[in-house]
């Protein structure tokens, strides 16, 4: 029997995976994310882990096919971070620190494009071998996957979606440095920027408050039919479909998977972003298929552990 | 020794070339494409060219690596061509056939892909693995290479770079049916579409003339520091360097290479690009490369070669 692990490296916590060579979760946990010192603790913290874990259940190295790591980073397809502000992190091979710390095979990538991957082993893109994933949390993040493999580009910053540029009127600031970035619209926080701009000058009768202008609450609100968020998610719907149609006429994938906090929302969300997608997409990708994420918080350990396993 | 043939074919002619294994062009040839009766003879026309040009240099047919083809169309993986205007060409299993009437092994890529692989290979992209070549002609083009290997995309369609909405305004109709498409600026059509708007309004001296308007004119005005064609050069340059900076955000290339006849201008069209990519790039891609393409013509049939020869 082999084995691997998937590894999602996050600024709070690392969510660690037993995996068969099969590709079943035999078991998972978690350990603190040791932040300070420049994180010089986080990758010893996970040899330690994995090698408590082979211990305990009596597993040889042998038996171990690799460790797929995902970090909140750009990382180059031989696993060097230019550094992480999550993680504290400068400049770390990080592939080769982990191996010679744990004396097995590691491959590194980007936390976005990791859970991309696993979501198309695993999740909603089952099936799909040229897929987009995009990710609506804090920020908007992108994972593409070319062929089955993820597309790391040169820098390590493929899939940085949540920068395309989408409105340059805009005169607000990105986190980026940037103004008018995806981001800006689409992120839980972008949709909470969106509804407080309209509630300023907002006169009709709206279930939402002030209070409470987060991206739950506008979609929460959308379901009860409310006309002000409908706006609110009619605009952030705009903005992301259009991204997403001039995203398809460079890649041609055959599927989008929509996840992060903001897809809990459901199949509503879906419906805001098909639309002007379909307006605006060239003839040849209209067939494009568009489905929820469904592995939730498990997407990063299963497609960091699909890093080290063959197709 | 061995040989490859790099074949590309176009509405009006094919364009061929015998290549030896270490990449040398040992002889390039044309003949007519015809086009009538849903382009039937097409194939079996590079069939015979082939088989002549074999016979003439005395190669046995098991000294060929195999046929590399561009098509103006979009073909899938497998060598599928779903319909090509230009050709007449319905649904057709182009590299099955071609195998057939050759006897050869034989690969196929859309035309523009292909002279991408190309120019990465012996132009403007050498030295390179992550590239994408904007091709500014009648269209606007354009082919990916990820890794050293073209993004063919599910549909044949990846590239389709030409069709990014890039003005949500627009209200004249881009040939694909949509409205504000790259191409409706940054083509050599586009471009004489901006000069020609301007000038309906224009007081000021220039030396553009309502005669000719074509990119060529506005580009050699440019070149005469010409105040009217200068305006139209920045707005072009506008759309095609902020659509570039979201190509950048989502595929982290390492270089640009622009070719088409609008690219004869030369470094001053760059000038033009740059600046607006610069003003929107996500931070990471920066310090990416243009690069004007050098292979001309040569680019498909060179491409078309890559496409059978190892890397």
């Not at 420049?38 to 259940?57: F, R, S, T």
């Not at 005169?171 to 509804?195: K, W």
Request: glycine share 16%; net charge negative; proline share 2%.
């Amino acid at each position: 029997m082999k084995y691997c692990f998937g590894v999602d490296i996050g600024g709070t916590t690392v969510k660690l995976g037993l995996f068969s060579e099969a590709g079943a979760i035999v078991e998972k946990w978690e350990i603190v994310t040791r932040t300070e010192n420049e994180g010089a603790a986080i990758l010893p913290d996970v040899a330690e882990a994995i090698n408590g874990k082979l211990e305990q259940h009596g597993i040889e190295k042998e038996q171990v096919l690799g460790i797929g790591v995902g970090v909140p980073a750009p990382v180059t397809v031989d696993g060097i971070v230019n550094g992480s502000a999550n993680l504290g992190w400068k400049y770390k091979n990080a592939k080769k620190e982990l191996e010679e710390l744990t004396g097995l095979t590691a491959e590194f990538g980007n936390d976005a494009n990791v859970a991309a991957l696993g979501e198309m082993w695993k999740g909603g893109g089952v099936g799909y071998r040229n897929m987009i994933m995009v990710t609506l949390g804090t920020g908007v993040g992108g994972g593409i996957i070319i062929n089955g493999k993820i597309l790391t580009g040169e820098n390590g910053a493929g899939g940085e979606i949540g920068h395309m540029c989408v409105n340059l009127e805009e005169t607000d600031t990105c986190g980026c440095g940037g103004h008018g970035c995806l981001e800006q619209y689409a992120s839980a926080t972008g949709i909470s920027r969106l509804a407080r701009k309209k509630m300023e000058h907002e006169t009709r009768a709206t279930i939402l408050t002030k209070e409470d202008l987060s991206a739950k609450a506008v979609f929460d609100a959308v379901k009860e039919g409310d006309e002000v968020a409908i706006e609110v998610a009619t605009e952030m719907g705009n903005y992301l479909g259009h991204a997403m149609a001039d995203m398809a006429a460079v890649l041609d994938p055959a599927v989008f998977v929509i996840g992060g906090g903001v897809s809990k929302a459901g199949e509503v969300l879906l419906s805001f972003i098909e639309k002007p997608f379909m307006e605006k997409a060239f003839f040849a990708n209209k067939n494009v298929k568009f489905k929820l994420a469904t592995l939730g918080n498990d997407a990063g350990i299963c497609g960091a552990a699909k890093l080290v396993l063959e197709d």
